[in-house]
């Protein structure tokens, strides 16, 4: 059974930062991504940043330049640094695993998810 803890949500002021953190159950090397996602009220969830196990990031247009995401391979952990926070990405933000168990089927884990809210 794979958990991922979430941590670092809480509510700050526009222009301010945060700090997410994930943490993986397993080794993380073992996904073969992972990253985060946000789901704002009345809104589909959507991809904020994701981290291929070969390096390769991908990060959402809303966001690049503002948030980085990295990871820690000794603690199992990844980590979304939230600069420059804007009204709009206030969010519950959820970290995601993948798993490629075969061609064509992926298993998604998911965190429990962490509210992050900016106000103006």
């Known amino acids: 059974q794979v958990q991922l803890v979430e941590s670092g949500g809480g509510l700050v002021q526009a222009g301010g930062s945060l700090r997410l953190s994930c943490a993986a159950s397993?080794?993380?090397?073992?996904?073969?991504?992972m990253g985060w996602y946000r789901q704002a009220p009345g809104k589909q969830r959507e991809l904020v940043a994701r981290?291929?196990?070969?390096?390769?990031?991908t990060y959402a247009d809303s966001v690049k330049g503002r948030f980085t995401l990295s990871r820690d391979n000794a603690k199992n952990t990844v980590y979304l640094q939230m600069n420059s926070l804007k009204p709009e990405d206030t969010a519950v933000y959820y970290c995601?695993?993948?798993?490629?168990?075969?061609?064509?089927?992926?298993?998604?884990?998911w965190g429990q998810g962490t509210q992050v809210t900016v106000s103006s």
């Open positions: 995601n695993a993948e798993e490629e168990l075969f061609i064509g089927r992926i298993n998604n884990y």
């Open positions: 397993r080794n993380i090397f073992s996904f073969d991504a």
């Open positions: 981290i291929s196990k070969g390096s390769s990031t």
